[in-house]
């Protein structure tokens, strides 16, 4: 009998704790405990072991993907929990642009020329990683909120090629203030979704094309949800 091959699976997902670095505004993420296991049957002890945690936090926390309804299309009918399932299981590859400065942009010309460099064609419903390098030089640091983005003509571009998803290292896929804006108008206009704070793509630039998931939670109404998103390589 043949061994069963098992894959290897790379995580690309933030850890999620208390007190952690949110988009501007959004809600604090806040853990505590609910109860500890002695709590639960009533016994004494001075060294008390954790049963429940209470979690509080945003939608947009962490390793998260956008519904649609976030970007403008109409909320009843694109929420998180109406969105295919498809959309969060694709084809994917990474482009390298690791080369980028915090508050730069990427143009649709870059994004065709890292196409050419790393081999890989965009083909319909595919999830693009972009690899900026920024959570690795930057997370904890005051330029951690200032990282370099997707332009508008480069956002159209991806939306041109049909794709499901992008996803991208930092909290904003575009630049904040030059370009962020414009692109969850694109992405929504469009029809198709980003990821947000992906880790660990530098460990990709350099891989073929791999399985992609990042399955939200089915919140009812949401706006967008955590992910816990891998590359998967068999």
Not at 58 to 64: K, L, R, V
Not at 130 to 146: L, M, N, P, Q
Not at 176 to 204: P, R, W
Not at 209 to 229: D, E, M, Q, Y
Request: charged residues 25%; negative net charge; aromatic residues 8%.
């Amino acid at each position: 009998m043949t061994a069963k091959k098992i894959p290897e699976i790379i995580d690309l997902s933030q850890e999620i704790y208390d007190r952690m670095p949110v988009y501007k505004k959004l809600p604090e993420v806040k853990i505590d405990v609910h109860a500890s296991h002695e709590e639960w049957e009533n016994l004494p002890s001075s060294d008390k072991t954790h049963s429940v945690l209470i979690l509080q936090m945003g939608e947009h926390t962490g390793t998260h993907v956008d519904a649609l309804s976030h970007m403008g299309i109409p909320y009843k009918t694109h929420s998180i929990d109406k969105m295919p399932l498809n959309t969060f299981l694709t084809s994917a590859f990474c482009l390298d642009f690791s080369h980028k400065e915090p508050g730069e942009l990427i143009e649709p010309e870059e994004l065709i020329e890292a196409c050419k460099s790393s081999k890989n064609k965009i083909q319909e419903g595919d999830t693009v990683l972009i690899c900026t390098d920024h959570y690795k030089k930057h997370f904890g640091s005051a330029s951690w909120a200032k990282g370099p983005g997707l332009g508008a003509k480069a956002t159209r571009w991806l939306g041109e090629q049909k794709i499901a998803a992008f996803g991208v290292e930092t909290m904003s896929q575009g630049v904040k203030g030059i370009s962020n804006k414009e692109v969850h108008a694109i992405c929504g206009e469009m029809g198709f979704t980003q990821y947000e704070n992906v880790i660990n793509l530098d460990l990709l630039t350099s891989r073929t094309r791999f399985p992609f998931i990042g399955l939200p939670l089915k919140i009812r109404g949401g706006t967008g949800s955590p992910v816990r998103a891998v590359a998967v390589f068999y």
